[in-house]
Every structure is written in structure tokens, then in C-alpha cells.
């Protein structure tokens, strides 16, 4: 084990489960969700943004950091009310800019209506910090009647997207490398607050999760570790775009752990049916269908290949790194 | 979503009937593939579990990673002042003194490029080393760098080569005497560049046959549905299967940029100890470029825990399980031998997958 922290931590995979684990000896945690119920239905959450480059397809810093912030109170069945949104500014930064990550912020909150009422500014020294660093806070009320827990996972249940998968993180690399692929492909950065309260109006909804980093594979093996249960998802219904499958392809790396930022996996109970077809109203909801189900005997998550072999999806050790040859 | 030509590798209906005939021929083969990304296929398909038990896989020594010495990370590690630029797969090696990745954490300016250009690009800001690991696939693209590099008078660049050639490799595991392989799946990639020609020994000396694939399902069952025939009929040759990108022939620009800067030496495999005439090193035309002459690195040395057995697992003479570490204390997190810290390594490829 290293004494210092590596990038790898900071990946979604099992480093950085490890790192939780320190945490966990020293705060007492109720859990280690991205947002938390604390009392009263109002569910909290945070998050800080990194993300390079700042401006990228399909979005900017500002937007993701709205909507990141909207998609874990989503999440919960919350419905987001007010955020905060902290600036850490590296001096020599364009205000330009600054004014344009804050302009693609609020017109995320006006789509969804969560009223951003406050923040903080920093500004560090040239060199301290990689151009702007965003820290949010976000508030959402539970609705009564909802509850989605892993607790109420069991076998049969199904497992629905509402689109394709890996186009955020393609489309980050793609414009960070300027591997010149895939050229139209934009981030699915999207929040997804309207289209999961009109999934839980239709019911049948017990748990859902977005698949940020790590991906789709590293959610369902967190779902596998707290239930037990075992999941299959089947390689021919998985929607992912032919361009990201060929990037992917070309860098080595599997679209099932690329992050999205616009995706939400919800576990359902029984035929899905009803469910999709609502979710496919929604303009975040086009490509929404059933990727698999909860299984009762079997250990771990895999994947039912096109050829019919089942091939398991561990949780990464961090990132996966691009291949050589 | 929409079809592509790698759909009809990846055919259900064409891969069923190919493992149909592989079962009704029900013969015993012992393979090797050489080539890692054929490991991390074998595995991400899952065929080993839709073979029958009779097609023993065994994964050769055709991971850049895996056969890389440590000290070459440690001469990394010793370089002051100046940017590395890697491929991603050397981050997480541990050499010695620990990994790139930890380097990095103390302040070692280490780059992840996907591409040598990429670092030539940075040399223009700061002293760039590009460490150049892997075999004839990557050497070509390096060598274009260096020449690059020489025709615009970039002076702040340099290669640190552990480049390596996969046929004298193969050679060597045979000329050991101790394997019992009956036939190759050739690397595809590496094959691209030389063509099928410097396999010819392995049927000519060895009465050993081998077929040059893809990295599709279709692909592979393919290649050994067609080396069990050639066990049967008892006629070994050496066969494209791979003919949407390979030529016997090869790619001569890219052989030329190749003989242009580089030339062949002795050199050392993790695992497999010195092999003959294996190894690229720099022409002395472009010792500039030669960061081991440049900085005046250590020759490569080998200092692996004894306990460690992916020489053996290089070799095809155990798989990844029986070594006493796999899954113990050797895991992808915490890897103690090479094959474990590629996603092409074999050990991590059957921890992933198997």
C-alpha cells in the first residue's frame, strides 16, 4: 500500500473504496451515499469538480457542476431546491470565462428550478491550482411515500438506462488528448431531476444510481457488495454509440467503466415496460431500455456476451490505464 | 446500435458453428498465444469457458509490461529535472523504488501521453524523455519521433529504448526444450509490421504451426479451429488469419523507419533472462536521442522476488493460479510481478476474467 495519495484514489475504483474505509475509522458516517437524508425528507449532498478541460463537447465546469450537484439529489427521489457553488480560481484566470461557467450554471438551475443562493470565491497563487476547481452544495426535498434503498433489491429485478453509455468520458478525453475521434460525440452531461420524478410517479422504482466515475460496471458491483445478489447485464442490449465503442476499442479501455454524467440506473420491479416507455418521453430519456436483472444464485456482476459466454465485470483496481500496443 | 464490420467478427451464429467443429474434431492441443491483447480477448469473451477442457491456452510472453525489467523503471526513477513521458500501462509497474504513479506523488514530472509525438510536443517546453516499451508495433511510431525530432533540431528529447522483438522470443521458449506447445496464435499487430515471413522457423525447425489473428471472437476460434487441423493432418505452416491487416510482406515504411534508427542488440526479458539478438537499441546516429547514453543509465538488471513466478507463467509452463502469490499478495492492486500490473499481463487478465 503507498503512504501517498496517487490519482488512482481519487478513480471511483477499489483504491478508492480503501480511502473510504480510512474515513470511516474517523467519522462516524451513516453511509456512503453521494447524498444523504438527514431529517425531515431533505436530502444533502456535495461535490467538487476538476474536470480538464473546462470547456469540453456538450458542456462546461459550470454546467456539470449544477447538474452533478441535481443528479445525486435526484438520485435519492429528491427534488432539488438550493445550491451553493464555490469558486477556488487560479490567479491569471480569464473572467470571460468565469462569467461563462456561471452563465451554463444558471441555466441548468432554471431548467430545473433549484435556486442557486450563495457560494464562496477564492483565488490561489498562478501554478497552486489548474485554472478553476468548483465545490457545490446542493439541498433537495424527499417527496413522501418515496424510499429507494438497495435494501428493497431482490432477484428478478430489472436494471434500465436511459441511453447510451461512456459518452461523457470519450468525449472528455477525446477533446483533453485531441485524439481528433469521434468528432461530433458530446458529453451526455444532463440533469436528471424531471425524468426520475416522472419514473417514480409511475412506481415500481426501488434503487437508483448515476454512473459517473467508474462507469456503469463499478455501480453495479457496489449494488452486488451491499445485496448479495449476483446481476447479469447483456452486451447485446447495452446502448453505446458506435463511435464510443470504437474509441474505446482503439485505447483499450471498456465503455462499461467510462463515466457518464447524464445516465441514471434505476432497479425496477418486474417488466420495466411502463417505466421505459415514460422515460422515453423525456428529452433525457430517448435511448432508455432494460440492460439486465438481479439473479439469485450467482456471485459478482457479469456480462452475457453477443457469443454467449458470461464474462465477469470486477470493480477496477482505479482507472484503467491505456494500453500500450 | 448500427453495424460495423467488427459485428461479423463477433457473430454468435459463425462463432458456434467454428467452436462446433472444434469439439467434434476432439483433439487434445496445447496452444500459446503470444500476444497480450489475444490474453485480454480470450478473457473479455469469455472463450476459455465456451472451449472444451481438451484446447489448453497458455499466454505468452507478448505483454510489453510484463517482460520489461524493473530496473528500467529504476533508471526512471534515478532521472532528475527532467519530464517522463509514458504510456499508461508503465504508470502503476513497480520497480524498486516504487512506481511511477508514487513518483509522481513526490514530485517526479511524469506525463501519460498516447502517442511519442506527444512528447517530442513537450520537449519544445522541457527536457522530455519518452520511455519506449513494447515490441514492433510501438517501434516504428518512436522511430518516426526520433527522426522527427533529429530533422527539426529538437535537442531537449530523448528515448530511453527496452524495445523488443517478438520472433527471437518465441525461438528462445522453443530452444529451451522444455515446452510443449503445438502450435501459435500470432500477434496480429506485431504481424502487421513484420509480416508472416519471420515465422518460417517454427515450421521449418520446430515442425511447430501458427496462425496469425485478429482480436475478435471470430478470430481466435478461427485460429485454433485451424491449428488443431494442422495437428491432425500433422502439416505445421504459418497462416494469416488476420488478412484484413496483415501482408507477408509486412509494412516496409514502417520496417524502414524502424532499420533507420534502430538496431538489433542483446537483450534482457523480465521473466526469460537475455535472449539473442532481441532487442532495439539506438544507431549511433542518434545517440543524441539515446537517453541510456544520454544520462548514462545502468544497463538493465532483473532484482524480482524470488517467490514470483511470472517467468514461469511467460514461459507457458504454469498458469497465472499456480503461483504461490496469485491473488495473495500479488493482486492488481498490489502487484509484485509484471503480469499482474498490465491489463495485459496474463495474471491480470485471469483475475479479471477467469
Known sequence: MSDRITLGHGSGGRLMH?????????FDLPGLEDAHEIED????????????????????????????????????????????????????????????????????ADEVGIKIVGGDTKVVEKGKGDGIYITTFGVGIIPDGISLSTDRIEPGDRIVINGPIGDHGVAIINAREGFGLATDLKSDCAPLSQLVQEMLKVGGVKF???????????????????????????????????????????????????????????????????IIRVMRQNRYGGGSCCIGR????????????????????IMLSADPLPRIC | MSSTIIDRFRDPRLAQRILDRIKGYGVEIKLMEVCGTHTMAIGRFGLRKLLPPEIDLLSGPGCPVCVTPTSVIDSVLSLKGVRVATFGDLLRVPGRGGTLEMARGRGLDVRVVYSPFDALKMAREKETV???????????????????????????????????????????????????????????????????????FLPERYRIGGVIAGFEPVDILEAIRDLIDQKMSNRPRIKIGYRRSVRPEGNERAKELMNRVFTVEDS??????????????????????????????????????????????????????SCPLFGRSCTPDHPIGPCMVSSEGSCAAYYHYE
Open chain 1, 18 to 26: 480503501q480511502l473510504l474505509d480510512e474515513f470511516k475509522k474517523v
Open chain 1, 41 to 108: 425528507r431533505i436530502a444533502l449532498t456535495a461535490d467538487s469538480f476538476v474536470v480538464k478541460p473546462i470547456f469540453f463537447p456538450g458542456g462546461d465546469i459550470g454546467r456539470l457542476a449544477v447538474t452533478g450537484t441535481i443528479n445525486d439529489l435526484a438520485m435519492k427521489g429528491a427534488i432539488p431546491r438550493y445550491l451553493m457553488i464555490t469558486y477556488i480560481i487560479e490567479e491569471g484566470f480569464p473572467i470571460d470565462d468565469l462569467v461563462k461557467i456561471s452563465e451554463s450554471a444558471q441555466k441548468i
Open chain 1, 208 to 274: 437508483m444510481r448515476d454512473p459517473t466515475r467508474g462507469g456503469v460496471a463499478t455501480i453495479l458491483n457496489e449494488v452486488y457488495q451491499e445485496t448479495g445478489y449476483g446481476i447479469i447485464i447483456v452486451e447485446e442490449e447495452l446502448p453505446i454509440r458506435p463511435e464510443v465503442r470504437g474509441a474505446c476499442e482503439l485505447l483499450g479501455i471498456d465503455p462499461l467503466y467510462v463515466a457518464n454524467e447524464g445516465k441514471v440506473i434505476a432497479f425496477t420491479k418486474g417488466d420495466p415496460g411502463d
Open chain 1, 294 to 313: 438481479v439473479e439469485e444464485d450467482l456471485d459478482g456482476v457479469y456480462l452475457k456476451t453477443r457469443i454467449g459466454s458470461l464474462r465477469p465485470l
Open chain 2, 130 to 200: 519518452f520511455i519506449g516499451v513494447g515490441f514492433e508495433t510501438t517501434a516504428p511510431g518512436v522511430a518516426a519521433t526520433i527522426i522527427t525530432a533529429r530533422e527539426e533540431g529538437i535537442k531537449n528529447f530523448s528515448v530511453l529504448s527496452a524495445f523488443k522483438l517478438i520472433p527471437p522470443a518465441i525461438d528462445a521458449l522453443l530452444a529451451s526444450g522444455k515446452s510443449r506447445i503445438e502450435g501459435f496464435i500470432l500477434p496480429g499487430h506485431v504481424s502487421t509490421i513484420i509480416g508472416s515471413r519471420p515465422y518460417q
Open chain 2, 268 to 321: 534482457l526479458w523480465r521473466g526469460l533472462g537475455w535472449i539473442k539478438r532481441s532487442g532495439l537499441t539506438l544507431r549511433d546516429e542518434y545517440a543524441q536521442f539515446d537517453a541510456s547514453r544520454r544520462y548514462q543509465l545502468l544497463p538493465p538488471s532483473i532484482d524480482d522476488d524470488p517467490n514470483c513466478r511470472c517467468g514461469d507463467v511467460l514461459r507457458g509452463l504454469i498458469k497465472p493460479p
